[in-house]
């Protein structure tokens, strides 16, 4: 299973939120390209972004960042990322220069057939992020809990021939409390595409137990406010996965 650093992008910092909220960020870097290598260097083998201010204004808005960061990292490791998408031509920009898949959120929500034809454009790039409270899908920056059923959607975005589900549980996201291991292997096992798990992770204990859940069809975890606060040694994190993988 991958252990994938998130890197959050506020006004060209790298920053973490609790529970996505704006004003909450606490800035942990103000070089994000210069943190992305040192991720790399410490094992990672994907790396996940958000344009948080995209994410609420509806379109790019740390693209220079994003750049610096894949011209740092190159073609070494995935990249992967999300905030503020809404277009086609957005997605071509990005994949052209660069990053891997593009992670499509409250559009997919909002704007289904947007994120049809992403897949169709696009296909083995597209991924959705879907957030959820309660089981319940919430958009525009989390701000809007829908009264979607998390499940139903990720089933129907499955058919679309999205790459992956990122699911984040908003109620435990950067609070450090630990994986909702339950909701995400109910989503797991719901789907035949992989899901990444995101939101809570805090210390080894939780590494083990998604490894363990691993075969319902978990193939990652992302990880942020833990391996920056240093709960999560990341390095540490990555090798007792590859260990627990390599004996079951």
């Known amino acids: 299973m991958l252990i994938i650093p998130a890197i959050d992008l506020k ?12 004003e909450e960020a606490t800035v942990f870097s103000e070089n994000p390209a210069s943190m992305a290598e040192h991720w790399l260097q410490q094992g990672a083998r994907r790396l996940h972004l958000i344009d948080l201010n995209g994410a609420f204004a509806g379109r790019p808005k740390n693209g220079p960042e994003i750049r610096a960061i894949v011209e740092t990292i190159g073609d070494r490791i995935p990249i992967q990322l999300g905030g503020g998408i809404r277009d086609l031509e957005t997605i071509e920009r990005y994949l ?18 947007f994120l049809h034809d ?14 959820a409270k309660d089981g319940k899908v919430a958009v525009d ?12 959607l990720a089933k129907k975005f499955e058919n679309y021939g999205v790459q992956a589900i990122i699911y984040t549980d908003i109620g435990r996201d950067g609070m450090l409390s630990g994986v909702n291991i339950k909701a995400t ?4 096992r719901a789907l035949t595409i992989p899901v990444i798990a995101s939101g809570g992770i805090t210390n080894l204990d939780d590494v083990k137990a998604l490894c363990e859940v691993e ?24 090798e007792l996965s590859d260990t627990l993988n390599a004996n079951p």
């Open 11 to 22: 006004d060209g910092h790298c920053v973490r939120l609790k529970q996505g909220i704006m």
């Open 118 to 131: 992403a897949c169709n454009a696009f296909p083995g790039h597209i991924m959705v992020g879907l957030d």
């Open 215 to 238: 075969s319902e069809g978990i193939m990652g975890a992302i990880t942020g406010r833990a391996i920056y606060e240093g709960s999560l040694d990341f390095r540490a994190a990555q």
């Open 141 to 152: 920056g989390w701000s809007k809990v829908t009264g979607h059923d998390v499940i139903d």
């Open 96 to 113: 052209d220069d660069g990053i891997t898949y593009v992670i499509i959120g409250t559009a997919a929500v909002k704007t289904p057939g």
């Open 185 to 188: 292997v109910e989503m797991a």
